[in-house]
């Protein structure tokens, strides 16, 4: 197998890995998101969900 496609295969793996564990939450108003990126901790935030929904 080429390495492209054992770095394909892992990822994919690696996501399924993680919906196996996710649950459905309902958000309101005034609850509090963190959205977190692995190595790009730049992009992550933290953010409350607005009266109208808005993230």
């Known amino acids: 197998m080429k390495p492209l496609a054992h770095w ?27 959205l977190s990126v692995y190595g790009s901790p730049d992009l992550s ?4 969900v607005s009266e109208s929904g808005a993230i």
């Open 8 to 34: 394909m295969a892992a990822a994919v793996l690696a996501v399924g890995a993680g919906v196996a564990g996710a649950a459905e939450v309902l958000l309101g108003p005034g609850d509090v998101v963190r």
């Open 45 to 48: 935030i933290e953010t409350r």
